[in-house]
């Protein structure tokens, strides 16, 4: 039997009389293969002569008669094969395969005997610390930090001003003689005729503002027709850039556009408006006129047979 002296033991001087790793030694703990004898408020362990005894011995003085026994027998063996070599036969441990989740307990473990072994003196890190401060902040200038904690207080008091950079006046609309009729094509940026339709009758509405779909969309209004891909509507002039704005165009050509504006400033053609499924939209009489002088062919055949 191993002679030990009756003290308490780290983890590390566990390891070395078992000969074993470190790692080793708290996958034992686990596996309550070892005991210790106390476990601090740290949570280092000791281990007294009694636990390494009973981990090395576990049936007690009998295990220990039976190991010089088979040592000897191993012994003569080996001697009756040959007496020029003389054969140690190593005594390998296996070990299990180890997965991921034991490796990373291992690993911790062992990072937590480290810290157990080398214990940190933090009061002296503190102190440490605090000196280098006090160093660092003899040596900065007091003028500059005070200069620059005024100016930082100043900024967050008084942020800068921005310059404000006039905006280019909007050009006023050529006033337009009131038979007189303008057609401007644009693409919005919302998205498709629908959503556009819907956005001029809520803009106009919410600023009382005039306006009359005309062509395919004002025929559509009286009865579903073929699709069509351009919205025709009249708006007044002195409002062209305010429905420019509100939805988003861009000029473009008129193969290319999704929206015309007939800019008219005739008091008549928004007089006669009739408001169908919630859109307005020029009369009976003044969509015929527009399909015979702007529409197509297919367009004028179908508002023959829808407007009679």
Not at 9 to 24: F, K, M, N, P, W
Not at 91 to 98: D, L, R, S
Not at 119 to 145: H, I, Q, S
Not at 155 to 181: F, G, H, M, R, S
């Amino acid at each position: 039997m191993i002679q030990l002296e009756d003290k308490l033991y780290t983890s590390t001087e566990v390891a070395d009389i078992l000969g074993v790793s470190l790692r080793s030694v708290y996958r034992y703990l686990e596996e309550d293969k070892l005991t210790a004898e106390v476990k601090t408020a740290t949570g280092r362990h000791r281990f007294s002569k009694k636990n390494i005894l009973d981990f090395l011995y576990p049936n007690g003085e009998s295990v220990a008669k039976v190991r010089p026994e088979t040592s000897a027998e191993v012994k003569t063996e080996v001697n009756k094969v040959t007496t020029t070599k003389k054969v140690s036969v190593p005594i390998v441990e296996e070990e299990k395969p180890i997965v991921a989740e034991e490796i990373k307990e291992e690993v911790v473990a062992e990072e937590v005997a480290a810290v157990e072994e080398e214990p940190v003196d933090w009061l002296a890190k503190f102190r440490e610390a605090a000196k280098k401060y006090r160093e660092e902040a003899e040596k900065e200038p007091v003028g500059k930090t005070v200069v620059e904690e005024t100016m930082s207080m100043a900024d967050t008091i008084n942020p800068k001003e921005t310059e404000e950079i006039p905006e280019p006046a909007a050009e006023e609309p050529a006033v337009l003689e009131p038979q007189t009729t303008r057609k401007n094509f644009y693409r919005s940026s919302l998205g498709g005729l629908k959503d556009i339709a819907q956005n001029i009758d809520k803009g106009s509405r919410t600023s009382y503002l005039d306006y009359a779909f005309t062509l395919n969309a004002g025929l559509s209004l009286y009865k579903p027709i073929k699709p069509f891909s351009m919205l025709h509507v009249y708006v007044r002039p002195t409002d062209l850039v305010f429905f420019e704005k509100l939805l988003g165009l861009t000029p473009t050509d008129e193969t290319n556009s999704q929206l015309c504006l007939v800019v008219s400033g005739d008091d008549a053609i928004y007089k006669a408006k009739e408001e169908l499924h919630g859109l307005f939209v020029v009369s009976k009489a003044r969509l015929l006129t527009d399909i015979a002088e702007m529409g197509d062919s297919a367009l004028v055949s179908e508002a023959s047979s829808i407007l009679k």
